[in-house]
T-cell receptor, first 113, second 113 residues
Framework: KQEVTQIPAALSVPEGENLVLNCSFT??????LQWFRQDPGKGLTSLLL?????REQTSGRLNASLDKSSGRSTLYIAASQPGDSATYLC????????????FGSGTQLTVLP | DADVTQTPRNRITKTGKRIMLECSQT?????MYWYRQDPGLGLQLIYY???????NKGEISDGYSVSRQAQAKFSLSLESAIPNQTALYFC????????????FGEGSRLTVL
């Protein structure tokens, strides 16, 4: 079974710190990987989409990388702010199930003022 | 106005009742999806549709049915709701290519008593 894993499940950091969120997947035949942000009781907001031909994507203080050989993606958040507090989910479109995204269970980030 | 709109946003119902969740989109996307999210878990795919005549089961389709009334409308039905279908339900859309980005609605919170 294809899986996407996010560790840790929760993370607390002080404001201003740079941080990295991790996402691993079991199938190196990946089409793309998408990072989302979810605020409590809300929908998912797309942050970054990395195609299999790309190594990274950047948007503002966010940078996402993709390493197909190791089955890993990271989301780097620079100079974290309390407003960054949310759950971050990664989702990969993998191999034989290219029609479907497989989601990780998310990392709940708290940025302390 | 939201590009992907779900109604109702909140619903409380009783075991055995029939429930319909509706989704409409103004993004002009052909592909539409229904996901379920349970606390602490990632999203699980219930059904997906790549065009009006194409309906496919996802990971957890048992107990659910869907209808694609038009390109812009995709509804999810629970024919006889049961308590373990209590969850947050999301509709999503994407463009017609496997590398497309996924866009989500705000979610419909369903409670089955």
């Amino acid at each position: 079974k294809q899986e996407v894993t996010q560790i840790p499940a929760a993370l607390s950091v002080p404001e201003g710190e740079n941080l990295v969120l991790n996402c691993s997947f079991t199938d190196s035949a990946i089409y793309n990987l998408q990072w989302f942000r979810q605020d409590p009781g809300k929908g998912l907001t797309s942050l970054l989409l990395i195609q299999s031909s790309q190594r990274e994507q950047t948007s503002g203080r966010l940078n996402a990388s993709l390493d197909k050989s190791s089955g890993r993606s990271t989301l780097y958040i620079a100079a974290s702010q309390p407003g960054d507090s949310a759950t971050y989910l990664c989702a990969a479109r993998l191999g034989g199930s290219a029609r479907q995204l497989t989601f990780g269970s998310g990392t709940q980030l708290t940025v302390l003022p | 106005d939201a590009d992907v709109t779900q109604t109702p946003r909140n619903r409380i119902t009783k075991t055995g009742k029939r429930i319909m969740l509706e989704c409409s989109q103004t993004k002009g996307h052909d592909r539409m999806y229904w996901y379920r999210q349970d606390p602490g878990l990632g999203l699980q795919l219930i059904y997906y549709s790549f065009d009006v005549k194409d309906i496919n089961k996802g990971e957890i389709s048992d107990g659910y049915s869907v209808s694609r009334q038009a390109q812009a409308k995709f509804s999810l039905s629970l024919e006889s709701a049961i308590p373990n279908q209590t969850a947050l339900y999301f509709c999503a859309t994407s463009p017609s290519r496997d590398t497309g980005e996924l866009f989500f609605g705000e979610g419909s919170r369903l409670t089955v008593l």
